[in-house]
């Protein structure tokens, strides 16, 4: 099968070669229980980007696979269309990836962790080495009252206003985490511009000098035929950790959720080698949902 198809190598993809790939990862992600590209690759896919290459495996005209290599962080995910596993596609995709960095560092995402991942990584010497937890809550149980620090106050992020701020703290609240803390201006434009973007669930919280301490910045997106929120980044300031300020502006954003945007469901992600937010997140009542691997290349 391998011989019937080849792979193309694009810089930029067409609006229809971006409806064919939005299709194709909507019949895996339908398939497997889980979307098979991450936000950054999908904002990368849609709106474009310089550091994005884009790999297109056909079989005659239809396009029956997808890869996307992120040049400047060499990480690349892939998906092939449920139809046509098992013919070694992802392998010439995976080839066509590895050809492009062939002596850089590479990650590699699987979500939701399916053996298939491992069972086509292992062989080109891609090994499992980070752990992604996807954990989910009801919003129909008891959300607990923000208990907040002394002198903090907690308002709605202001577009045009607050980015600085926003990025200054979150580069220091995710010093040590691979993707978040390298987040720039442009990045938190992009989903700025995006339809689900809601700034009045976007919570600031500053202390009484006016300097901002944490945030939690919630999500609201579409699951099939309903809507499900988001812990889609909370991040404390270091020199603001350990008063309680993680757990107020958790609980402050499930009830935004809940009681304004009239959810039932939340979801967030957590690295497994964070115990601390784990621990936090378990106490609020969350738990295990699915799980995403990173590979990398180890030859």
């Known amino acids: 099968m391998t011989g019937a198809v080849r792979v193309d190598r694009a810089e930029r993809v067409s609006i229809d070669e971006v409806d064919e790939v939005t299709e194709l990862a909507l019949a895996a992600g339908t398939a497997d229980g889980v979307a098979p590209l991450s936000e950054p690759f999908d904002l990368r896919l849609r709106h474009g980007g310089t550091d994005a290459l884009h790999l297109l495996a056909r079989a005659g005209t239809v396009l029956v696979g997808y890869a996307q290599l992120d040049t400047a962080g060499a990480e690349a995910e892939l998906v092939v269309h449920p139809a046509y596993r098992r013919r070694g596609i992802g392998r010439a995709l995976l080839d066509a990836v590895l050809a492009e960095v062939p002596d850089a560092p590479l990650r590699m995402w699987a979500h939701g962790d399916h053996p298939s991942a491992t069972a086509l990584g292992y062989p080109a010497g891609l090994r499992r080495y980070r752990v992604l937890w996807q954990y989910r809550r009801d919003l129909l149980e008891p959300v607990a009252e923000p208990v907040w620090p002394a002198g903090v106050r907690v308002r709605p992020f202001e577009p045009g206003v607050d980015e600085d701020a926003w990025l200054g703290v979150n580069a220091r609240a995710f010093a040590d985490h691979p993707d978040q803390g390298r987040w720039t201006r442009d990045d938190l434009l992009a989903r700025e511009h995006e339809p689900w973007f809601d700034p ?83 106490k609020l009542g969350f738990v295990q949902w699915v799980t995403d691997v990173a590979f990398h290349r180890t030859r």
Do not use: M, S
């Open 200 to 282: 009045a669930g976007f919570l600031l919280a500053e202390d009484a000098t006016g300097a901002l301490v944490g945030f939690h910045w919630t999500k609201v997106h579409d699951e099939g035929q309903r809507q499900v929120g988001e812990v889609y980044v909370l991040g404390i300031d270091p020199d603001a950790q350990g008063g309680g300020l993680g757990a107020a502006l958790t609980a402050a954003g499930l009830r935004y959720l809940r009681d304004t945007r009239d959810l039932d469901q939340v979801l967030l992600y957590v690295d497994e080698d964070n115990p601390r937010a784990v621990a936090l997140y378990r």
